[in-house]
C-alpha cells in the first residue's frame, strides 16, 4: 500500500495517458466515416473557400455565398462546424440542404457529402509521435522519479493531447478542439522549461519572474480560448494567430537555451549528463527531413522522415536517466 502510494503521482499520469489513447483511437475509427464537403465558411457564415470538383462545388455552392440555415435550423443556433448537434455531423453519401443568400436571392443548395481526403499516413504518424512521447516520458518518470522526468512525462501528456483528435462531441466539439489547441502551446512551454533546466538550471530558468512570464503568457492564452467558447462565433478562431505566435515565441526561447547549454558546458559534461544523446537526437529527426526538402529530389521513403521526430523523446528519456544515475554518484 505504500509503494502505491508513493507512486500515486506515476499511476494518475498513467491513466491519464491510457484515457488519450483510447479516446485517440476511438476518434481514429469514427473520422474514417465522416463525410467531407469540401467547402467551408467564416464566423460571419460567408463561404470563403469552395474545393474546385468537390461535393460543394458539384452542389453549387459559391465563394461569398452567405449561409442562413441547414436542414431548416438557422446558423446562428449551429453556428459552425463546432457547435453543429451530432445529428448534423454528416457521413459519407449523406446530403444536407443548406439555404444561402446569394445577391439578395435565397437559393437551396442540397450537399451530398464525399469522403475525406486520405491523410491516414499523415494522421497516423501524427499518433505515432504523441503515443512516443507520453511513452518515453512515462518510463522515464517510472524509472527515476526526478523532476526532469516529471516534465517530460507532462510534455508527453501535452504531445498526446495536441495531436488527440477524439470522436465528434457535437456542440461539445468546440472545447475539444479548443483543448487540444492549448495542449500544442503547452508542448512548446514545458519543452523551453525543459531545456532552461535541464541539466542543470540556468539563471533564467531558476527566476520565478521568469517562469510566472512563461506560465502566464500560456494562462492569458487559455483565457482567451475560453472567451472564444463564451462569445461563439463572432471570437471564433480569432486567437488562432496569436496562439502560433507564442508557439514560434517558445520555440525560440527552447533554441536559444539548447544553444547556451552546448555552447557554454564542456564536452565530457554534455556526454556524461545525457545532454550530447538529446543532441543526436534532434539531428536525427530534423536532418533527414531538411535535406529532402532542400534538395527537392523525391528521395524514396521521404514520407516516413516526420516519424524520425520519435528520437528527441526516446533521446531525451534516455538522458533524464543517466542524469539521475549521474546526480546519484556525485551525492554518493
Request: glycine share 10%.
Amino acid at each position: 500500500m505504500e509503494s502505491l502510494t508513493a507512486k500515486r503521482p506515476e499511476l494518475t499520469l498513467l491513466v491519464v495517458a491510457v484515457a488519450i489513447t483510447i479516446w485517440g483511437i476511438v476518434g481514429f475509427f469514427e473520422h474514417q466515416d465522416n463525410g467531407w464537403g469540401a467547402y467551408t465558411y467564416s464566423p460571419d457564415y460567408i463561404v470563403n473557400f469552395v474545393e474546385p470538383g468537390g461535393a460543394g462545388d458539384e452542389a453549387g455552392l459559391q465563394i461569398g455565398d452567405r449561409v442562413i440555415s441547414v436542414e431548416g435550423i438557422p446558423v446562428e443556433e449551429l453556428p459552425l462546424y463546432s457547435r453543429w448537434p451530432h445529428s448534423l455531423a454528416p457521413q459519407v453519401g449523406e446530403t444536407l440542404r443548406i439555404v444561402v443568400e446569394r445577391e439578395d436571392a435565397t437559393v437551396a443548395i442540397d450537399v451530398v457529402y464525399g469522403e475525406p481526403p486520405r491523410n491516414l499516413g499523415m494522421r497516423l504518424g501524427a499518433a505515432v509521435i504523441g503515443l512516443a512521447f507520453m511513452a518515453f516520458g512515462l518510463w522515464a518518470l517510472f524509472t527515476v522519479q526526478t523532476v526532469h522526468a516529471l516534465t517530460l512525462a507532462c510534455i508527453g501528456l501535452a504531445a498526446g493531447l495536441a495531436v488527440s483528435v477524439g470522436p465528434y462531441l457535437g456542440t461539445w466539439d468546440g472545447v475539444a478542439s479548443h483543448v487540444q489547441f492549448a495542449s500544442a502551446v503547452l508542448l512548446t512551454l514545458l519543452l523551453l522549461r525543459f531545456f532552461l533546466t535541464f541539466p542543470k538550471p540556468k539563471r533564467l530558468g531558476a527566476s520565478r519572474l521568469a517562469t510566472w512570464a512563461v506560465y502566464g503568457a500560456w494562462l492569458l492564452f487559455v483565457g482567451c480560448l475560453i472567451l472564444e467558447l463564451i462569445f461563439h462565433p463572432r471570437l471564433y478562431h480569432t486567437f488562432g494567430p496569436i496562439g502560433s505566435l507564442l508557439m514560434l515565441g517558445y520555440i525560440l526561447l527552447t533554441l536559444i537555451a539548447l544553444t547556451h547549454t552546448v555552447v557554454t558546458t564542456p564536452r565530457n559534461e554534455l556526454r556524461a549528463s545525457g545532454m550530447g544523446l538529446i543532441i543526436v537526437g534532434i539531428l536525427v529527426a530534423i536532418v533527414p527531413s531538411t535535406i529532402a526538402v532542400v534538395s527537392g529530389f523525391a528521395i524514396p521513403g521521404s514520407g516516413y522522415f516526420p516519424l524520425l521526430i520519435v528520437a528527441i523523446p526516446l533521446t531525451m528519456a534516455l538522458a533524464v536517466r543517466r542524469q539521475a544515475r549521474l546526480e546519484i554518484a556525485e551525492a554518493g
